[in-house]
């Protein structure tokens, strides 16, 4: 009789491991998608300010991120058919799948907290000289427009301050004419209105294009810092309830 009474108890168990496993993976599968959107809305709709950044690390770690939430998507369905079957080789695959996940993660992890780490010296030595020496020059139209939507979007001048401008390859060409300014500089936007870099005409911000764009930077890799956290707390738990449920499997089905 307690025998009888301690096998019931265990399928009971097991049921509700699986039922936990399902829900977890329902959980997975949904954070795998906002990890892979948070990576595409870096790429596409931040892309401009990408291109006026020394290194490609902030990329990369994009990059990783879709990957890592395409896989996590596809590990949710793996994960799903394994509770399914009770195979220990399928829960053994899901088990591995999760685990490479984590790892992937922890390496975007990495980079992004290193990066974070050297983003405002990197900024300070690279973006005044990209700005100054690169803008409206031929060939460099990809940076020309990440400028000037960079000084719109955040109401800048200037990589630290307007006059930097002044040292400009191209306001000091005949080409700027009578700018002392490019025109994205001005809070209102008229053919060479870059002429007059009076407060009332044009953006001064105390720190500059760099202090803004540090900040934006800054709290981006915030949200795919928390975003991968949140992810890799719902793989530990996967693993959990992967390693009872194989546990509770006796034999493998086949």
């Known amino acids: 009789m307690s025998r009888l009474y301690k096998d019931e108890q265990d399928d009971w168990v097991t049921v509700c491991l699986k039922y936990l496993l399902f829900v977890f993976n329902f959980l997975f599968w949904v954070g795998g998608a906002a990890v892979m959107a948070v990576g595409i809305w870096t790429l596409i709709d931040k892309s401009d300010y990408l291109s006026l950044l020394a290194s490609s690390t902030f990329a990369v770690s994009a990059y990783i991120l879709i990957f890592a939430g395409g896989l ?6 793996l994960g799903c058919c394994a ?21 992937i993660e922890l390496v975007a992890g990495v980079l992004a907290y290193v990066y974070y780490q050297r983003l405002s010296d990197e900024l300070k030595q690279h973006l005044n000289q990209t700005m100054t020496e690169n803008y409206a020059q031929p060939g460099k139209n990809l940076i ?40 994205s500089c001005c809070k209102t936007i008229t053919p060479s209105c870059g002429g007059r870099d009076h407060p009332s ?28 956290i949140g992810v ?10 992967t390693c009872c449920l194989y546990r509770r499997i006796k034999l493998d089905p086949y």
């Open 72 to 77: 996590v998507m596809i590990t949710g369905f």
């Open 83 to 103: 509770v399914i079957r009770e195979q220990r080789s399928c829960l053994s695959m899901y088990f591995s799948c999760l685990l490479l996940i984590f790892l």
């Open 201 to 228: 005409n044009i953006y001064k911000v105390e720190g500059g294009c760099i202090t803004k764009l540090e900040q934006f930077l800054a709290d981006h890799l915030l949200i795919i810092g928390a975003v991968g």
């Open 144 to 183: 020309t427009h990440a400028v000037d939507r960079l000084q719109q979007d955040f109401k800048c001048c200037g990589s630290n301050n307007a006059s930097d401008w002044q040292h400009s390859v191209y306001i000091n060409s005949a080409e700027a004419g009578t700018r002392v300014v490019p025109d």
């Open 232 to 241: 890799a707390c719902l793989q530990i738990c996967g693993m959990i309830f």
